[in-house]
């Protein structure tokens, strides 16, 4: 793992890949809007949740807005794999919001199994939204989110216990007492959590826990617990009203002045100011409707 990165995918992103070679994400990364990763070859480790998930040719990964994920290879030299972001606001443009509420609280974040008539039938559905992503031409926008509401539904039906949810790998690759620091960290990132709490916890010296978690994250502790808070932070900026001292006070800083000041030095602007550009940008996006 290395350093985490937003990536904000403002409308549909479609991507296939196929591998020969070993290939891992550069970053702990996280959107804001919904992600389905499909693997189509090879095996690969997917960590979120607080744990790595081994997936096999007809596994998939659901992930939610504003998850910390990352992916590598591991066991196999090849892999293929789709992969689908999309703004949860682009639905509207087939569902009314009642009902994209409705679709959307059923898709839970997991690492799920598709059976053979599943898997088949997802597949379908990719290589027609591949077919038509990027085109432009009358209604493309609306059949293109014809077939990600199909996904959706066969996504929904998995995730909603008609498919097989996968456990987390039980050898894990990153040292099991640093897998129980960072669970640690996600449960208690909103308090004043130190490098004292959570060394306590697992039973570790400062010195090795701090080399261990750097040789198993790409981080330091600091970082990740950084990285845990400024992504609740980012979440709350854009679905809430909060003034920033109450979210700096919910997130774990200890004040506004550092809340600003982690924020500026990861993202380049400061909080209030990329509030302002979001909500700019999305109604922009989405004009409100006279």
């Known amino acids: 793992m290395a350093n985490t990165v937003f990536i904000p995918y403002p409308s549909l992103f479609v991507e296939y890949l196929s591998s020969d070679d070993k290939y891992d994400m550069h970053e702990l990364q996280y959107h804001d809007g919904f992600e389905i990763y499909l693997q189509t070859r090879g095996e690969r480790y997917f960590f979120f949740h607080n744990a790595f998930h081994l997936l096999k040719p007809g596994d998939f990964c659901l992930i939610r807005p504003f998850e910390l994920h990352y992916s590598q290879s591991q066991t196999a030299e090849y892999y293929g794999r789709y992969v689908v972001n999309f703004p949860e606001d682009e639905l509207n443009l087939l569902l009314s919001p009642t009902e994209q509420r409705q679709l959307t609280r059923s898709l839970a974040t997991g690492v799920y199994h598709l059976d053979d008539s599943q898997y088949e039938q997802m597949l379908s559905i990719l290589a ?38 996968l456990p987390p790998e039980q050898e894990s690759i990153i040292h099991p007492d640093i897998l129980q620091a960072i669970r640690y960290i996600h449960r208690n990132y909103q308090k004043s959590l130190t490098l004292d709490d959570v060394t306590e916890q697992v039973h570790m010296s400062k010195y090795y826990f701090c080399r261990t978690f750097r040789e198993s994250t790409g981080v330091t502790f600091l970082d990740y617990l950084n990285s845990v808070r400024l992504i609740k932070a980012h979440q709350m900026l854009l ?24 924020f500026r030095n990861t993202y380049q602007v400061s909080p209030s100011e990329f509030r302002r550009l979001r909500r700019e940008a999305q109604n922009t996006a989405f004009p409100e409707k006279e």
């Not at 059949?143 to 995730?159: A, F, G, H, R």
């Not at 001292?245 to 200890?254: H, L, N, P, V």
């Open 239 to 262: 679905e809430t009203e909060l003034p920033l001292a109450e979210i700096a006070a919910r997130t774990g800083f200890s004040s506004t002045l550092h809340l600003s000041r982690v």
């Open 128 to 165: 027609g939204l591949a077919v038509c992503y990027k085109k432009d031409f009358f209604l493309a926008n609306k059949l293109q989110y014809s077939y990600i509401l199909q996904m959706l539904l066969l996504v929904s039906n998995c995730t909603s216990g008609e498919g097989s949810a």
